[in-house]
């Protein structure tokens, strides 16, 4: 294994404070539990806005946090979810008057661990709504998940719900916001490499050079079906019509596309799926509105990508073109 790293037990906290340096007028870090705040919370008469994960998918979720997106971030331990703590104390850090959203991908930690934290809140007197993302269509359930997985979207609902709160719109329609967009999205990923986790010092799962998983987890969990490896074009191709006939998206329809890179993958690939994409799309007659391509969901240095798409209407593209001031996402300002 090699990483660029000191210790595997202090990869996390020495992460956050290399984060906290590098963009001190945007966030705050801290431990004990830890969690990352935007630098001017509590924003007074603003839902705050919380989400969290495993360690090992960044940006997600430390690089949202900020102006139009996050108003603080638990981080887990590496593909480990926050403890009920981290999540409580991030609310009150986050909590100005008008209640705290909680944006919860669908693992089984996380949601049982958001949901004591939002129970312990809501005893001290913080308003809290808790919305689930579970929009992988990949498989029904996994080792991490009853139900579908949350993945792509989760940062999508973030940015909008984000910008939702900045209007100053109370909890209930910053929770809709949320759950809209959820409502209206669906990825699917692939893996090319397994990844390899800090403390394990070797992959988390064996893929032969010839081969590649389709509907892979970001923690390494199994797909759909495992095959031998194809083109970009045929790549993008499965995974595009399994997102598009979920939903479904109909001819007509306006969307916003995510390809994400998991963070192995090189982004002249990830422009390349994109190209693909775009092509699917036309041929289906949906629009593609707006679009994002990066490595925004990673899982540590695993090579592949995933899809999202979201059906868009005005208030959603109002909504995502809106300011944002992030880390990792940052428009308008």
Known sequence: MK??????????????????????DILKVQFGPDYLVRADAPVKGKVGIVSGGG????????????MGMLDAACPGAVFTSPTPDQVLAASRAVSGGAG?????????????NFEMAADMARAEGIEVEAVVTNDDVAVKDSLYTAGRRGVGVTVL???????????????EEVAEVCRK???????MGMALTSCTVPHAGKPTFDLP??????????????????????????????????????????RGDRALALVNGM???????????????????????????????????????MAGCSLTLVRMDDELLRLWDAPVRTSALRWGV
Do not use: W
């Open 209 to 250: 050079e010839d081969e590649m998983e389709i509907g892979i987890g970001i923690h390494g969990e199994p797909g759909r079906t495992r095959m031998k490896l194809k083109t970009a074009a045929e790549i993008t191709e499965l995974l595009a019509t399994a997102v598009l006939e979920d939903l479904p998206f109909q």
């Open 181 to 187: 967009v959820n409502a209206q999205g669906r990825s």
């Open 263 to 301: 963070g192995g993958t090189p982004l002249i690939e990830l422009y390349l799926v994109f190209q693909e994409l775009a092509r699917i799309c036309k041929g289906r007659g949906v629009a593609i509105a707006r679009s994002l391509v990066g490595p925004y969901i990673t899982s540590l240095d």
């Open 100 to 112: 705290v959203l909680l944006i919860v991908k669908n693992y089984t930690g996380d949601v049982l």
């Open 157 to 171: 609902a973030e940015k909008m719900a984000g910008a939702a709160a900045e209007e100053r719109r109370p909890l």
């Open 55 to 66: 360690s090992g998918h960044e940006p997600m979720h430390g690089g949202f946090v900020g």
């Open 3 to 24: 990483k660029l790293i000191n210790k595997p037990e202090d990869v996390v906290a020495e992460g956050l404070r290399g984060m906290a340096l590098a963009h001190a």
